[in-house]
T-cell receptor, first 114, second 111 residues
Framework: AQSVSQHNHHVILSEAASLELGCNYS??????LFWYVQYPGQHLQLLLK??????LVKGIKGFEAEFIKSKFSFNLRKPSVQWSDTAEYFC????????????FGTGTRLTIIP | NAGVTQTPKFRVLKTGQSMTLLCAQD?????MYWYRQDPGMGLRLIHY???????AKGEVPDGYNVSRLKKQNFLLGLESAAPSQTSVYFC??????????FGPGTRLTVT
């Protein structure tokens, strides 16, 4: 079974700092990859997704992620964070076929200090 | 479109009581899911359904049952609630190979 690792449990940054959140998955086959965000008290929303093609994926609110197949990684980046980015971020993977189940990482809590 | 809705939003149960959580989606999605979210553990899949009348077990199915009698609805039942089932429950739906859309969640406390 596939698994997803997010090694940063809590990240604290000042506004305007650059962000990179790590995500590694364990599965040797073709996968679909996602980053979801959960703002305080809200439900999960999709930030971006990768199915195929250009490994650099751009999402909403200035976020991007790079799929590096050789490293089994899909790290999330943002060049300059804002206070409103304070949230919990979840990486998730599903198999390219039989893709009915998402496997989530444990999440990274991001706190932005004004 | 309302997207994915869940009822109720909050519930407190005593140990041993039963309840049903309702999830509804208006996007004509084939797939529906129930997750629980606990601190430090991310989201864990309880049960899911790939179509009307079908259900399957996820990662943590024990103590829960589900039914998908109509395409737009997915019910999660707790027959005999336990304190370990205190959690936030999220429903989601999708059409393959797309993203999952999540509901607002149900916060359940079992005392």
């Amino acid at each position: 079974a596939q698994s997803v690792s997010q090694h940063n449990h809590h990240v604290i940054l000042s506004e305007a700092a650059s962000l990179e959140l790590g995500c590694n998955y364990s599965y040797g086959g073709t996968v679909n990859l996602f980053w979801y965000v959960q703002y305080p008290g809200q439900h999960l929303q999709l930030l971006l997704k990768y199915f195929s093609g250009d490994p650099l994926v751009k999402g909403i609110k200035g976020f991007e992620a790079e799929f590096i197949k050789s490293k089994f990684s899909f790290n999330l980046r943002k060049p300059s964070v804002q206070w409103s980015d304070t949230a919990e971020y979840f990486c998730a993977v599903t198999l390219n076929f039989g893709n009915e189940k998402l496997t989530f990482g444990t999440g990274t809590r991001l706190t932005i200090i004004p | 479109n309302a997207g994915v809705t869940q009822t109720p939003k909050f519930r407190v149960l005593k140990t041993g009581q039963s309840m049903t959580l309702l999830c509804a989606q208006d996007m004509n999605h084939e797939y529906m899911y129930w997750y629980r979210q606990d601190p430090g553990m991310g989201l864990r899949l309880i049960h899911y359904s790939v179509g009307e009348g079908t259900t399957a077990k996820g990662e943590v199915p024990d103590g829960y049952n589900v039914s998908r009698l109509k395409k737009q609805n997915f019910l999660l039942g707790l027959e005999s609630a336990a304190p370990s089932q205190t959690s936030v429950y999220f429903c989601a739906s999708s059409s393959p190979p797309g993203e999952q859309y999540f509901g607002p969640g149900t916060r359940l406390t079992v005392t």
